[in-house]
């Protein structure tokens, strides 16, 4: 956030915007105190903000205005009830992320957002009659896992084989409804698509600083093209281009020798076959856009669902009588004697106890804190407060999840605050792990999805507990832009 504000100041050639009746907020040393802690700690500094000014509060330096989002009243009025009016990206996150607002991510809510999103949507929930079941293409990817870890038996499992082994699985699923393929996790080229992801997730707090070197062309060299975030998603660009026109070359053959039967199995065939109809909306529907509408498939839907599994591990092995529970229920509905555990959605209403443990670890451990930053499309007003055209506005998911005002004890690990007296889940307007309004997470059908296949096999299968004789773990999470578990290790069960 701190970045965000010095690089706009640096960079004057990003639109400004006038502050006239702005919400309240930090200024002149309290504001170098803020900023200051934002660096070390962006929750503490938000937290504090939060109780000083309110709901709604502003952070000014330079040109720059940004208000910062808090509660579920004020949020939803943002992202919901006035969702379209503050559904744009502010110029700074565009430029900053160097992809000149294509995909959808950082494309504004424009008619091109609204027709891709839609297909996309489409796609993601994988209903055509052609096409493998969402549920299918998990449970694929969940058995190479379901072979690893079975290997780790009564061993000492490592935070940072987990969270690979995690994270290839869930590339996976990506990887099949993107391309529509699945690797083996030793794939030559599947193992660049994970390399290139850890290179944009380097967990280095300072790699954010450096991307201020492109606004600088005399920046350039070595030094600062490793450590710019655009290299690695560069890499999944140019494979994603291999991949397109590998499905170009299959269309034309299939075209010569079928009908004109569409035969659509991922987002490209989709893609490509609005392609091919031409009409109005062909401007919408180009290679580039495509190129960056995958990557963003990678960066947004790989990284969050393999952390909150981390986290959904970790909390297991911290609370061994919730996660008996857990199993209680499974094999109330799987025996225990399955040799392989089939789970689909469809067992998410024989198992609430278990969707009430997802949904918790969310709440409590929520990755994605600090909403992608919106900006005002045009001149409004909220809470009274005027919001000139442009600004950007940051969502504070943190105030929404962690507050006592909404949740009793919110810092206790409690699943039963999901359920309802009859033992159902009950929606919590509270409860906003995916966003909400026209920019709410568009795989999160994905998500919730992956979420509950891959835990429920994993706990049906095995347990999880902390080693008696190492350094303890923590449930303290590494806060950076997003909340990952530090290091830990478990100790893995075969059940």
Same mark, same amino acid.
């Given at each position: 956030m701190a970045v965000f504000l010095l690089c706009k100041y640096l960079y004057p050639g990003i639109k400004q915007t006038t502050s006239v009746n702005l919400p309240p907020g930090p200024t002149g040393c309290s504001l170098i105190m803020f900023l200051l802690q934002a660096f070390r700690n962006p929750i503490v500094a938000l937290e504090n903000a939060h109780k000083t000014f309110g709901d709604i509060y502003s952070v000014k330096i330079g040109p720059i205005s940004m208000v910062i989002v808090n509660g579920i009243e004020a949020m !939803?009025?943002? @992202?919901? !009830?006035?969702?379209?009016?503050?559904?744009?990206r502010p110029d700074l996150?565009?430029? @900053? !992320?160097?992809?000149?607002?294509?995909?959808?991510? !950082?494309?504004?809510?424009?008619?091109?957002?609204?027709?891709?999103?839609?297909?996309?949507?489409?796609? @993601?929930?994988?209903?055509?009659k052609e096409q493998l079941s969402l549920d299918a293409r998990i449970q694929h990817a969940t058995s190479q896992l379901i072979e690893w870890m079975d290997g780790k038996s009564c061993q000492l499992l490592d935070s940072s084989?987990?969270?690979r082994y995690l994270q290839t699985t869930t590339a996976n699923v990506v990887c099949s409804i993107a391309y529509g393929r699945q690797y083996c996790y030793t794939d030559s080229n599947f193992q660049h698509l994970i390399s290139s992801m850890d290179e944009i997730f380097n967990s280095n707090p300072f790699r954010m600083i450096f991307q201020l070197a492109r606004f600088f062309p005399y920046l350039t060299g070595t030094v600062f093209k490793e450590l710019d975030l655009r290299t690695g998603i560069e890499k999944v660009a140019a494979y994603s281009e291999t991949v397109i026109n590998e499905h170009k070359i299959t269309a034309a053959a299939a075209a010569t020798r079928t009908t004109n039967k569409t035969n659509v199995q991922d987002i490209i065939d989709a893609f490509q076959t609005e392609q091919r109809k031409g009409g109005s909306d062909l401007s919408h529907f180009t290679d580039t856009q495509l190129v960056y509408l995958l990557c963003d498939m990678f960066v947004s839907g790989t990284e969050t669902t393999t952390t909150s599994l981390n986290w959904a591990l970790l909390y297991m092995a911290y609370y061994p009588e919730i996660q008996d529970r857990v199993q209680r229920e499974l094999d109330k509905v799987f025996p225990k004697e399955c040799v392989v555990t089939v789970v689909c959605r469809e067992h998410m209403q024989s198992l609430p106890y278990t969707m009430a443990t997802i949904m918790e670890v969310l709440r409590i451990r929520h990755v994605a804190y600090i909403g992608v930053p919106h900006c005002a499309t045009k001149d409004t007003t909220l809470n009274g407060f005027h919001i000139p055209s442009g600004t950007m506005v940051i969502t504070n998911f943190w105030s929404v999840h962690m507050n006592d005002k909404y949740w009793d004890n919110p810092l206790k690990f409690n699943p039963e605050r999901m359920l309802g007296e009859n033992g159902r889940i009950v929606t919590k307007k509270a409860f906003m792990p995916f966003g909400a309004g026209p920019r709410s997470c568009l795989g999160r059908h994905v998500a919730k999805a992956e979420l509950f296949i891959i835990f429920s096999t994993l706990l049906h299968r095995y347990s999880y507990s902390l080693p008696i004789n190492s350094p303890p773990s923590t449930l303290d999470p590494r806060i950076g832009i997003s909340l990952t578990p530090k290091p830990y290790k478990l100790i893995v069960h075969r059940r």
């Open positions: !939803t009025e943002v @992202l919901v !009830t006035n969702g379209k009016v503050f559904a744009g996150f565009v430029k @900053l !992320t160097g992809n000149d607002g294509q995909g959808l991510l !950082t494309r504004q809510h424009d008619a091109a957002f609204i027709t891709q999103r839609a297909l996309v949507s489409k796609c @993601l929930r994988c209903t055509g084989d987990a969270s």
